[in-house]
């Protein structure tokens, strides 16, 4: 590829976001570029005291129908268009007066930022631009002749070029901007069409398409042989695409994954009912409690799991205090993330340096509606998120022996955490918190095992005479397709079971509950997790 310089005598620029804007325009009159430009953007332009051509004066037309119809015109898009060496485009553009455009400065009008305000319907319909994809996507194009901008900060990419080669652009940089430009369109037209696929209640488009800025580049992604990038989609979701970092290391892959799991989950406690905190390793929770305060509730989750906890996120639903930092930073930890934080807990995080703290400003709300996507090989698997809130649900006692007031409580925070960790998920739970968590398996029982092996783990860690699954409640994500997998639970310990119901055999279930005179509820809401 040569450089194939080719010189901007002309510019048409019409931006919705002003930023750098009249600066860019100066640099391009000292290297002698006629300014073209439309409505505001001219406006802004004129006043700064440079020269610029209205649209209208390029294409004899006036701006029209409240400015739907402005640069919809041969003058502008075959301007754009015209291969500068073709014999046959060079005639028509003299037969019909058209003149080149070499560098085409757009960005569009602000739909995703309308829809974030809660716009009307009519008020996001206006907010969605025609001229200027059309313009950016004829630009593209004509990449050989013409540079395109879609955003602010690029402007000095294009000076320097312009600096370097006699005011002229380089192919590789037309190139790189041009795939820029059909990427920023695509991502626009995405925000677009889910819009109106949740304004319709449509759930299965024939085409579904998503679109994302780029947040950062990751050094690698799950293994170090795989490349990564971060992107932020319009769903402006409190959590790690939307946190800011004030401290430590760049997020890896891993990190915003586990930390996006971490958040999810403690969205699930309201803050203003209780305090609570959960870990998180792998993507799944090793700890999660609720306290009177953080750093109770952060002590109580650590014992749960101790050993996983180190080198694991740790995500709060309340402003993190000095007190939960202290405590908190006598162990290795990779992230914390919370609303906020005291000066005081920010100042005593400081101290570590490599350790990232995340303020999010507020939690996700778990009863939002919204899409999660998945690859598959040649596909995408799209659903709705899993928003349904075990305050909101019916539990049903099915056995002879009602929970005590007491179980109930820690049976809704069972199942509460168990949403939020891999199927199959077997949760105990006492006096609110995790005391043995079993993630990922292929068998129920497997779970069950293995997290009373957890709890009996972090008691002879703790120095306690028995495992906190003595006495626990168990949650189980899913119904208990056998007995077996109840019983395991029945023998760590457990009093009272939480599962959503529906098996084949849950009239054995239930009689193997009442036989051992457990209490257990139905919920009738599964939360498979894969």
Request: glycine fraction near 8%.
């Amino acid at each position: 590829m040569t450089d194939h310089p080719r010189r901007v005598t002309r510019a048409l620029l019409s931006v919705s976001d002003k930023t750098g804007l009249i600066e860019f325009a100066k640099a391009l009159v000292a290297h002698d570029v006629e300014l073209v430009s439309t409505g505001g953007t001219a406006k802004a332009i004129a006043a700064a005291g440079l020269e610029v051509k209205d649209v209208s004066d390029l294409t004899g037309f006036p701006e029209m129908m409240d400015g739907r119809v402005k640069t919809l015109h041969p003058k502008v898009h075959g301007g754009l268009l015209a291969i500068r060496d073709n014999k046959e485009h060079a005639e028509a553009m003299r037969t019909h007066g058209i003149a080149p455009i070499d560098l085409l400065v757009v960005n569009l009008y602000p739909f995703e930022a309308t829809v974030d305000k809660g716009a009307g319907f009519e008020d996001c319909i206006e907010n969605i631009d025609i001229g200027g994809p059309a313009m950016i996507r004829a630009a593209a194009k004509n990449h050989d002749d013409v540079a395109v901008v879609v955003e602010a900060q690029d402007y000095q990419a294009v000076l320097d070029e312009l600096a370097a080669n006699k005011g002229a652009t380089t192919l590789k940089l037309r190139r790189r901007l041009a795939a820029k430009a059909y990427a920023r369109t695509a991502a626009y037209d995405a925000a677009i069409s889910n819009w109106f696929n949740r304004q319709l209640e449509i759930d299965a488009p024939d085409f579904r398409a998503f679109g994302g800025r780029l947040i950062q580049s990751l050094r690698y992604g799950e293994n170090p042989h795989q490349t990564a990038s971060f992107y932020a989609t319009p769903d402006k979701r409190p959590g790690v695409s939307t946190a800011r970092q004030l401290q430590g290391k760049e997020l890896s892959y891993n990190n915003i994954n586990d930390t996006d799991a971490a958040y999810e989950c403690i969205g699930e406690f309201d803050t203003k009912r209780t305090a609570a905190c959960v870990i998180v390793k792998h993507a799944n929770p090793c700890g999660v409690a609720e306290g009177s305060n953080l750093v109770e509730a952060y002590r109580k989750a650590l014992a749960c799991d101790s050993t996983s906890a180190f080198g694991g996120i740790i995500a709060m639903n309340r402003a993190l205090d000095a007190d939960t930092a202290r405590e908190i930073t006598k162990i290795f930890t990779e992230v914390i993330i919370a609303p906020d934080a005291t000066e005081e807990a920010i100042a005593i995080i400081g101290a570590r340096k490599n350790l990232r703290l995340l303020l999010a400003g507020s939690l996700p709300d778990p009863r939002a509606p919204g899409l999660t996507a998945k690859t598959v090989a040649g596909g995408l698997l799209v659903q709705s998120r899993d928003n349904a809130v075990v305050d909101d649900m019916t539990f049903k006692v099915v056995t002879k022996r009602a929970p005590t007031e007491a179980e109930m409580r820690d049976l809704k925070f069972a199942f509460r955490v168990a949403k939020h960790v891999k199927s199959n998920t077997i949760i105990y739970a006492k006096d609110l918190a995790t005391v043995g968590i079993g993630a990922g398996q292929m068998s129920r029982v497997d779970s069950a095992r293995i997290a009373a092996r957890k709890a009996q783990d972090a008691a002879n860690e703790l120095k306690l005479a028995e495992p906190l699954t003595k006495g626990s409640v168990v949650a189980s994500d899913a119904f208990f397709p056998f007995a077996d997998g109840m019983l395991a639970c029945i023998e760590a310990g457990a009093t009272a079971v939480v599962q959503p119901g529906g098996s084949m055999r849950d009239d054995e279930v239930i009689k193997a509950a009442d036989e051992h005179g457990i209490a257990m509820v139905f919920t009738g809401t599964r939360h498979f997790r894969h």
